[in-house]
C-alpha cells in the first residue's frame, strides 16, 4: 500500500514537474489515409508515425503542413505536390517500411515519374532540427525544389 502511495505520488510530481507528458486520448489513434490518387509526375512528402504520437511529432505535421501551404500553394493545389500522413501502425502500411527502407517516424520525400518512383530521400535528421524551424523548412523547401525541377 504505502510503495503503491509513493509511485502515485512520483508520477503525479514528474507529470506536474513537465518530466512526463500525459498523452492526450484525442490524439490516439490511426491517421486517415488519403484516398486521393498520388501524381504520376511530381512529388509525394510523407510523414510516418507510430499510433501513439508524441507532441513533436504533431509539431512536425503543423511545421510541414505550413511550408507546403506557403512555398508551394500552386503545386500542392494543381496536385503536383501532395502531403500524406501514414500511420505505420496501420494494416497495410508495412509496405512503405520496406520500400524505402526505414523503421521509425521519419518524413521522406518522394520524386515520382511517369507513375513511378524515381528516388527517395529520408529526412529522419528533422527531428534534431525542431528547435529550428527556418533550418527545417529550407530543408523541406530544397529538397522539394530540387525534386520539382527534376535535377
Same mark, same amino acid.
Given at each position: 500500500?504505502?510503495?503503491?502511495?509513493?509511485?502515485?505520488?512520483?508520477?503525479?510530481?514528474?507529470?506536474?514537474?513537465?518530466?512526463?507528458?500525459?498523452?492526450?486520448?484525442?490524439?490516439?489513434?490511426?491517421?486517415?489515409?488519403?484516398?486521393?490518387?498520388?501524381?504520376?509526375?511530381?512529388?509525394?512528402?510523407?510523414?510516418?508515425?507510430?499510433?501513439?504520437?508524441?507532441?513533436?511529432?504533431?509539431?512536425?505535421?503543423?511545421? +510541414?503542413?505550413?511550408?507546403? $501551404? /506557403?512555398?508551394?500553394?500552386?503545386?500542392? !493545389?494543381?496536385? *503536383?505536390?501532395?502531403?500524406?500522413?501514414? #500511420?505505420?501502425?496501420?494494416?497495410?502500411?508495412?509496405?512503405?517500411?520496406?520500400?524505402?527502407?526505414?523503421?521509425?517516424?521519419?518524413? +521522406?520525400?518522394?520524386?515520382? $515519374? /511517369?507513375?513511378?518512383?524515381?528516388?527517395? !530521400?529520408?529526412? *529522419?535528421?528533422?527531428?534534431?532540427?525542431? #528547435?529550428?524551424?527556418?533550418?527545417?523548412?529550407?530543408?523541406?523547401?530544397?529538397?522539394?525544389?530540387?525534386?520539382?525541377?527534376?535535377?
Amino acid at each position: 500500500m504505502k510503495r503503491t502511495f509513493l509511485r502515485t505520488v512520483l508520477l503525479t510530481w514528474l507529470i506536474l514537474s513537465g518530466f512526463l507528458a500525459p498523452v492526450q486520448v484525442s490524439q490516439i489513434g490511426p491517421a486517415q489515409l488519403s484516398a486521393d490518387p498520388l501524381p504520376s509526375d511530381g512529388v509525394v512528402v510523407y510523414q510516418f508515425h507510430r499510433r501513439f504520437r508524441c507532441q513533436e511529432c504533431y509539431r512536425l505535421e503543423e511545421m +510541414i503542413k505550413s511550408i507546403l $501551404e /506557403d512555398s508551394f500553394a500552386g503545386e500542392m !493545389k494543381s496536385g *503536383e505536390l501532395v502531403f500524406r500522413v501514414i #500511420d505505420l501502425d496501420q494494416k497495410g502500411s508495412e509496405r512503405y517500411e520496406k520500400k524505402y527502407d526505414f523503421f521509425y517516424n521519419t518524413v +521522406i520525400i518522394v520524386d515520382r $515519374e /511517369d507513375g513511378k518512383d524515381l528516388r527517395h !530521400k529520408n529526412l *529522419e535528421i528533422l527531428w534534431q532540427m525542431l #528547435d529550428n524551424e527556418k533550418a527545417v523548412a529550407d530543408l523541406i523547401k530544397d529538397v522539394i525544389g530540387d525534386y520539382l525541377l527534376k535535377e
